[in-house]
């Protein structure tokens, strides 16, 4: 029987036959393109279709229909996931007409449209294509790059790529193109050569025919070539040859393959990137050429590309190289055509290149070498070629600039030139297959002769280029690789389709369902074509398919063109042909192991090519195998198995094993027929070409074997061995033995077979696959089954060893005794015993087992990646159970030897080899190494569970070990490796772009319903309610604080009626109540601002909500309407201006800055009405303070500053600066710079910029220079700080704002920088400033230009004196910022308080409170929490004769003036306070809160003494003020109940002095307070100190409209210093937020040693700089540190995605809001089990 298994080639059945049809065709019918439409807007619809002729439209749609379907084309390709996991279906891209549809979908998938395209013109070609984005062109090294998958869209004159993200690009081509590849690196075209390019005249330079484009916004670059030495020494020169076409591209390998149609060969070259030195030699063709004039023309080769005629030069070699024709070669272009600026951009603008020879054709920058072909009209642009436009070429030189070559080919392969070679012989499909033992072959059609040629390569053993090996040809008439399983389906010319693997024939393939093409035998009738449904039918016809030889087996219907060459000898008359058969006419469409077959009649089926094995037993052993064996031998080893196993009606999965045996056994030489075990195996009536044929059929009546094999059977044995059968005394059957015996004698290998040579090699290789099977617990069933197959070798073998050691394994299963089969002693000498063969059996638990009782032991062997188990366990326990770190590390390991073909050293040089005990490193790192080793080899929890659980103890040890002590920056795999999802889950959230993480919709859960009730949007209701119910649980400060700043609801107007008042005076009383209580309702926003900072993502498609500002108030019992607008009462006009503006800015604020916005919604958001315009400012300002205002484009930027409106321009230039910071932006520079009269040249147009505007551009100049130290704008802002007024009353209203902000800006710009102002000290910037704070003679600076022609002003006199009140706030802060931190003596002695009595006397008592904050910040480290500290700014004088407030008598003395003192007083102790604020903003330091709680109270006390008026309510007003600021700044975030109080107190303070400016900052500080509800917190960065002096300069505007001293705009820069610090731990099982221990170390510092402090979280973190380490405490969590000594970017990015920590509770344990006190554990229930219901605990396996 096994000859009979030799000789047969057999039939491989294909599955899965089903009919294909491209599914972008039905879809195409159905989608609405442009034709339908217009026909449908023309005529009714029951018109549209009528049959009479009526509709000529009809018609023509019907032709283009027609037309259309003749140019379908489609392509397959394997499925690809957008997250790279594997995928099983196909892709088509079909194309028809104007539509490209993109579809994806499998057998179970459901197929669906993925994307349909139409385009303006026919597509002729469509592709994908991935694009490299390149971060840095110059870098070699592409593997980092990012990949931009597109789809690429060829129509005649342009090309469309669409990025599966979204992106659209259209790039014009300069030339028509004949045909698109994508390549890796970008895209290549092929130029089509047009006839009649070719103009009379001497021959000139040729153009290049391949272009390149490496992205879609890059140039179209041409090609270059380096050929080999076929034509001489290697040189580089544009590919210029018609003659060459490209017939295949393949990516991986990058190769070309083309075909010279002039001298009919293929060549085949390595596509790469262009080296530097091959650019110059290309570029540099101008040393080659001859006269002068010469070397212009050839200076680039963009001369060559402009030239639009091309010499036809007959050259043999198909490459020119342009340096040869130099010496004829003249420019034939205008001078017009190369007027283009040298610098070119990067995209393909329309400005590229306008030249009118072009006329219409001006495309892009491509334009250099722009082809005539475009023109289709015979005039063609032929420029006149008379000789004065060709005597002179040297104009060119200065102008072009040569298109710098992207990719190379290198020459490899060319086909060996025969003597018969048909004109046309170019292929028309190329592929690359690769063989079953991994040879790869590049294979070619060619159809005209019907051969495929198939060329093998292989790569060097430097990995740097191909090396093409021998040609083979097949026969065939189609072909196509099947990747999967490394075969190809080869078409023959008689119909056959046939599998080859390489070129080696595996066998026919058999289809179910069509005819297979033989010839029916009978001379009687002929038989009707039914299909041949399955073999196992009684048929005769499967009997003569065994046994028919292959000449035979011809096609039913031949194909017209092949008859002539059919010998008519084989028709006999008797045969007759299937006339009405169909037939395979050829195939397409490869993926995977999915091929399309075309057939005759023109249908298409899809069918599938089995695999070589489906069971996973299997499949190793052929694996092992293949490893072990000679290449040729091992191709054909498998062929055999493949063609046994892929029979038609092929074994199922269980017989699969018992078919492989058999199969491998008779290659062995084995008869498995006599022999024992493998005699009875049950192939479930499977026909195979293995078993005898009588099997096929069994008869009804049974026979005496079946009695037999019922005996024989384990089954039997088991029975017999009962203890029953002895109580029964049945007595054992007497089987009749004798049979068994006979054979068992004469049994013997048959040595000629194809793997007798190679059995211990290959029983070796099995007996490594079964130790490694071991380590699998799921494989039990594949061990034993392998055994038997082991057990048989290795007694033929004569292994006792082997035979002893699996019957330790499996007593049971292993007989002692049994058969044998002899293998002559002659025989044995052929056997190749390799080197890597061991008398002792390799077993990988006796090695374990020896590494744990520490002896030696020999490298244990392994075969590469079939074993990976065995060498991941073995290298595992020799990190861990021995200490060496180096066992991971390098790829050869002494625990190991790795199993080849190759000659290895000795046995005895091997046993020397053992190794001993390392002990060097702390068993914690051990297990950190470990552990991150296997994740990075792919080992995951699922592998651990399968690994037998002794082996695994060492790794659960060193698991268990990391688990209790994680790194926070392990990746996400280590995590879930050692079962710590709360970490891997924030690591998989820290690798998620911002915005994309689910943290946001965790945190941001839907508001409680209660809040829906009310009847309008407060702006508050996006307020995470879940967090903030967890820090603030006691009680409901959050809704009071929402009462507080709500303005969208009516106020409460309590007036009560006195009888003397009339009706009219009354109302006109409550309306002037309700006048004072709008001055706090307008001053609420700003206030609601810091309250909702950032708690929004809006919704792309709605415009935000902004509440609306109301201003109307209900009066109590009737509730009755207040409005201001009834003309009883003056209202200021504008009032309401600001306010709306602080409204926009509040609702802008809510957005955060993760959230998904673009330029289109920010246009979209704008108002209808003119009355909201203010809003829409207000926004704009705030997208740019959390950094969206940059999508806006500037288009839009320019059109919002046209219209001319002074509050937008205001939100805009603030926003676009502060989105800018500290960039020194052009753009935005020069934007700023046209509001600011200073920044412009003196000779420039005036223009009439609002004086607000002014100010806001130059704050926005401070802030895009943030700290640069940038001279010239230092200058400017220096001189602007002390701008006098002019004539005609410019600057002279408000001038202290302008100064102001100059003086805040300049300290911006110099932030921090103290004296080391580099390149200023001509400037004295210090002095200059100190003069503008005391005064004296102005001096005039060489840099302004533009005040020498002003006259002085006509109303103001200030004569050549500085105005102090005017320059001195904007000094003093300068001077503060630009020395702040640096604790300078000498300049904060400049800023101490006067201390006598003449000199108070010349200061402005609030200019006190400026100076003493800036001496304060400068002297930075020496500001103390305490009230002492506070009171030492005070002069002497001041502190002795100061009036203690609540004496009712004043001293009376005359030299002294009270009033000043105690005003002084009071100003330097809140300058003193703010300073507090600011050294401890965010830090919610005890000791500064309790010295300020202090000093608010005081002033408190002060405002109701008796004697408050010598001080003045004013100024006492205004020092609670910033006092109450400088509160809510320390306890910035932490919503503290005692400042909530004093807020809520002031709140309802609304007469009196009470104006719009102290509201402002009361409500200010509660905003402060509850930053972000509670998320943000304040930063002392000097860029933040920057940002807060703006915001909080402690001078409050009277009214809303007031904006003399400050704009109110500035009023919002807070946003710039608050920082996201919250940290919330969020069960990563429930996914919700929780309380959780945190520890937290401080740095030690000059004050504190190095500290740790217990917090319950969610709670805000210090200051991230202040940290060393933050750890998660047990314990109820499992432990979690992260350690900020390394770098503070990974919890910086926790904080910034809402502060997400995930933590994990430990099993047993419950969490703080359920269990409090910890009373409920586990442990405690046991305890005290009264409610068995009620336990609630999690259990986790741990």
Request: proline content about 6%; charged content about 20%; hydrophobic content about 40%.
């Amino acid at each position: 029987m096994s000859n009979f298994y030799e000789e047969r080639a057999t039939m491989i059945a294909a599955g899965d036959l089903q009919e294909f049809v491209p599914f972008g065709r039905d879809h195409c019918k159905h989608h609405p393109n442009a034709l339908n439409l217009q026909l449908r807007q023309l005529q009714p619809a029951s018109e549209l279709w009528s049959s009479d002729g009526a509709a000529g439209l009809v018609g023509s749609l019907q032709e283009v229909t027609i037309h259309e379907k003749q140019k379908e084309s489609w392509q397959l390709r394997k499925g690809v996931s957008e997250i790279g996991e594997e995928v099983d279906y196909d892709e088509e891209l079909y194309v028809a007409g104007n539509m490209v549809i993109w579809s994806k979908g499998s057998k179970s998938q459901a197929l669906a449209v993925y994307k349909a395209f139409t385009v303006d013109s026919p597509v002729q070609q469509a592709l994908w294509c991935d694009f490299i984005i390149s971060q840095d062109k110059s870098e070699k090294d592409y593997g980092s790059d990012e990949v931009e998958k597109c789809i690429c869209i060829l129509q005649s004159s342009c090309i469309n790529m669409h990025s599966i993200e979204g992106k659209d690009y259209i790039a014009s081509l300069p030339f028509q193109v004949a045909n698109v590849w994508p390549t890796k690196y970008g895209l290549l075209f092929e130029r089509s050569s047009s006839s009649h390019e070719v103009p009379p005249g001497p021959p000139r330079e040729p153009l290049p025919t391949m272009f390149s484009m490496l992205h879609p916004l890059d140039e179209i670059t041409p090609l270059v070539c380096k050929s080999g030495s076929l034509f001489g020494s290697s040189r580089v020169q544009y590919v210029v040859d018609h003659a060459m076409k490209i017939v295949f591209l393949n990516t991986d390998p990058s190769v070309v393959m083309t075909y010279d149609t002039v001298q009919g060969l293929h060549s085949v070259w390595a596509l790469r990137r262009v080296k530097t030195e091959e650019e110059n030699v290309v570029l540099k063709f101008s040393e080659q050429g001859g006269t002068p004039q010469n070397v212009a023309t050839s200076s680039s080769l963009t001369a060559h590309l402009r030239s639009l005629s091309r010499g036809d030069s007959p050259v043999a070699s198909p490459f020119q190289n342009y340096s040869s024709i130099h010496s004829q070669s003249r420019s034939a272009s205008s001078p017009s055509l190369h007027s283009r600026s040298p610098s070119i951009s990067n995209m393909a603008a329309l400005s590229r290149a306008h030249s009118p020879a072009l006329g219409v054709h001006s495309f892009s920058g491509v334009q250099r070498f722009n082809l005539s072909s475009h023109n289709q009209s015979p005039k063609r642009h032929s420029i006149s070629h008379s000789p004065n436009s060709n005597s002179n070429g040297s104009f060119l030189a200065p102008e072009t600039e040569p298109i710098v070559p992207e990719l190379c080919m290198d020459h490899l392969w060319t086909e060996t030139i025969t003597n018969i070679r048909e004109k046309n012989s170019q292929a028309s499909k190329v592929f690359i297959t690769s063989d079953l033992c991994g040879q790869k072959f590049l294979c070619f059609l060619v159809e005209s002769q019907l051969q495929l040629r198939c060329v093998k390569f292989q790569e060097s053993n430097d990995k740097t280029q191909l090396i093409f090996g021998s040609v083979t040809n097949i026969q065939a008439k189609d072909a196509a690789p099947v990747e999967k399983i490394d075969t190809m389906l080869v078409l023959e010319g008689s119909g056959n389709l046939v599998l080859y693997t390489g070129v080696v024939r595996v066998g026919k393939v058999f289809i179910p369902g069509l005819p297979a093409p033989s010839l029916t035998m009978s001379n009687t009738m002929p038989r009707p074509s039914t299909p041949l449904d399955s073999v196992s039918t009684p048929n005769p016809l499967s009997k003569l398919l065994g046994s028919l030889d292959e000449a035979v087996l011809l096609s039913p219907v031949p194909e017209l063109r092949d008859s002539s060459k059919l010998h008519d000898s084989l028709y006999n008359e008797d045969c007759t042909f299937q006339q009405l058969g169909t037939y395979i006419h050829s195939i397409r469409d490869p993926v995977h192991n999915r091929v399309t077959l075309e057939l005759s009649n023109g249908s298409m089926v899809r069918i599938t090519i089995p695999e070589i094995a489906t069971s996973e037993l299997v499949q190793t052993c052929l694996q092992a195998i293949k490893f072990i064996l000679p290449k040729e031998v091992a191709v054909q080893m498998l062929v055999k198995w493949y063609s046994v196993h892929s029979a038609p009606g092929g074994p199922s999965y269980h017989s699969e094993w018992n078919l492989f045996v058999t199969c491998l056994m008779n290659m062995m030489g084995y008869n498995t027929d006599r022999l024992a075990w493998t005699r009875n195996f049950d192939f479930e009536g499977s026909l195979s070409p293995v078993i005898a044929p009588k099997k096929a059929r069994p008869s009804e009546t049974g026979s005496d074997d079946d009695w037999e094999y019922l005996l024989n059977s384990d089954y039997h044995q088991n029975v017999e061995s009962h203890l029953l059968n002895r109580s029964l005394c049945l007595s054992p059957l007497e089987v009749s033995q004798m049979k068994d015996e006979d054979l068992s004698q004469n049994l013997s290998l048959d040595s000629s077979t194809l793997l007798f040579t190679h059995i211990p090699a290959i029983f070796f290789v099995l007996h490594l696959v079964y130790e490694e099977l071991k380590l699998n617990t799921l494989m039990g069933e594949g061990i034993r089954s392998l055994v038997e197959l082991l057990v048989q070798l290795a007694r033929d073998l004569k292994l006792e060893a082997y035979v002893d050691h699996y019957y330790r394994d499996y007593p049971a299963l292993v007989r002692t005794t049994g058969q044998v089969c002899t293998i002559d002693q002659g025989q044995t000498g052929f056997m190749h015993h390799p080197s890597f063969f061991t008398s002792e059996p390799p077993s990988i638990y006796q090695w374990v087992s020896s590494c744990l009782k520490g002896e030696g032991m020999p490298p244990y062997p392994y075969l590469p990646v079939i074993c990976e188990r065995s060498r991941l366990v073995v290298l595992s326990i020799a990190l861990y159970i021995l200490g060496d770190e180096s066992s991971v590390s390098d790829e050869s390991s002494q625990y190991l030897s790795r199993i080849s073909i190759a000659p290895q050293k000795s046995q005895a040089e091997q046993e020397e080899n053992r190794f001993s005990f390392r002990h060097s490193t702390s068993v914690s790192s051990l297990a950190e190494r470990l552990v991150v080793w296997m994740t990075n080899v792919g080992f995951a929890l699922r592998d651990l569970e399968t690994l037998p659980f002794g082996i695994a103890l060492p790794i659960r040890d060193a698991i268990y070990h990391c688990r209790e002590q994680p790194a926070s920056d392990w990746p996400e795999a280590v995590c879930l490796l050692i079962g710590r999802q709360d970490l891997s889950k924030q690591a998989c959230e820290g690798n998620l772009p911002k915005g994309k993480s689910s943290v946001t919709q965790v945190l941001s859960s839907d508001v409680p319903s209660g809040t829906e009730t009310e009847e309008e949007d407060d702006g508050m209701n996006d307020m995470n309610q879940e967090v903030m119910s967890l820090i603030w649980s006691e009680d409901l400060r959050v809704q009071d604080v929402r009462r507080l700043l709500q303005s969208a609801h009516p106020v409460r107007v309590n007036v009560v009626q006195y009888p003397e008042l009339s009706d009219h005076e009354f109302i006109e009383e409550k309306e002037n109540r309700l006048l004072q209580l709008c001055q706090r309702t307008m001053a609420l926003p700003v206030g609601r601002g810091m309250f909702t900072l950032f708690s929004y993502h809006p919704v792309p498609t709605e415009p935000l909500p902004i509440p609306k500002l109301n201003l109307t108030g209900r009066a109590p019992p009737r509730n009755t309407t207040v409005d201001l607008n009834s003309g009883n009462i003056d209202v200021p006009p504008n009032m309401t201006s600001w306010a709306s503006f602080h409204n926009g800015v509040a609702a802008g604020l809510k957005i955060a800055p993760a959230s998904q916005i673009d330029s289109a919604w920010i246009v979209y958001n704008k108002p209808k009405h003119a009355e909201l315009a203010n809003e829409y400012a207000g926004f704009l300002m705030a997208l740019g303070l959390n950094g969206h205002l940059t999508k806006l484009a500037t288009l839009n930027i320019h059109d919002y500053l046209t219209k001319g409106h002074e509050m937008t321009s205001i939100g805009l230039l603030l926003g676009v600066s502060a989105a800018k910071l500290g960039t020194m932006d052009m753009s935005i520079t020069r934007l700023l710079s046209i509001h600011i009269p200073a920044l412009l040249p003196p000779t420039s147009t005036e223009l009439d910029v609002p004086h607000n505007v002014q100010v806001a551009a130059v704050v926005g100049i401070g802030l895009v220079y943030q700290g640069t130290a940038h001279r010239h704008t230092a200058e400017v802002l220096l001189a602007e700080i002390g701008r006098p007024p002019g004539p005609e009353m410019e600057y002279c209203t408000d001038r202290e704002s302008y100064s102001l902000a100059a003086g805040l800006a300049l300290g911006m710009v110099c932030l921090g920088h103290g004296s080391n102002l580099i390149g200023m000290s001509d400037l004295n910037v210090p002095e200059q400033l100190y003069q503008y704070m005391v005064g004296g003679h102005r001096r005039f600076q060489a840099g302004m230009h533009r005040e020498k022609h002003k006259s002085p002003s006509y109303q103001i006199k200030e004569g050549d004196t500085i105005n102090v009140d005017v320059t001195c706030p904007g000094a003093t802060l300068a001077l503060a910022m630009i020395y702040l931190k640096t604790n300078n003596r000498s300049i904060a002695d400049w800023l101490r308080a006067p201390d006598t009595m003449y000199l108070l006397d010349f200061v402005k008592p609030e200019f006190l409170l400026l100076r003493t904050l800036a001496r304060c910040l400068i002297l930075w480290d020496d500001i103390l929490p305490n009230s002492k500290w506070v009171d030492s700014n005070v002069p002497q004088i001041i502190r002795e004769n100061s009036i203690s407030l609540s004496e009712i008598e004043l001293p009376c003395s005359e030299d002294l003036n009270l009033e000043t003192l105690s005003q002084a007083h009071v100003y330097i102790i809140a300058g003193a306070c703010l300073s507090l604020g600011f050294r401890f903003a965010g830090s919610e330091n005890l000791s500064a809160f309790n010295c300020l709680h202090k000093f608010a109270k005081d002033f408190m006390t002060y405002l109701s003494a008796p004697n408050a008026s010598v001080t003045g309510p004013y100024n006492l007003e205004t020092c609670l003020s910033v006092v109450l600021l400088s509160l809510a700044m320390v306890m910035a975030g932490s919503g503290n109940l005692k400042v909530l109080q004093l807020c809520r107190f002031l709140h309802m303070k609304t007469g009196g002095e009470m104006n719009y400016g102290f509201h402002l900052a009361h409500h200010m500080a509660l905003g402060l307070l509850f930053l972000g509800g509670g998320r943000y917190s304040l930063s002392t960065s000097n860029s933040s100190i920057a940002a807060l002096l703006c915001a909080l300069y402690p001078h409050f505007p009277a009214h809303s409209t007031d904006n003399r001293y400050h704009l109110q705009a500035l009023r919002h820069l807070y946003v710039l210093a608050a920082e996201p610090r919250l940290l919330v731990p969020v069960d990563v099982d429930t996914n919700t937020p929780c309380y959780a221990l945190l520890e937290v170390t401080y740095k030690g510092t000059q004050w504190y040693e190095q500290t740790k402090e217990e917090l319950m979280a969610p709670t805000l973190l210090p200051e991230l700089h202040l940290l060393k380490q933050i750890k998660v405490k047990g314990p109820r969590y499992w432990e979690l540190l992260i350690d900020l000594s390394k770098g503070t970017q990974h919890l910086k990015s926790i904080l910034s995605k809402d502060g997400v920590l995930y933590v994990k509770l430990r099993a047993g344990q419950l969490s703080y809001k359920e269990d409090p006190m910890g009373w409920q554990s586990l442990l405690a229930q046991t305890v005290a089990n009264r409610n068995s219901e009620a336990r609630a605990f999690k259990v986790v396996i741990a």
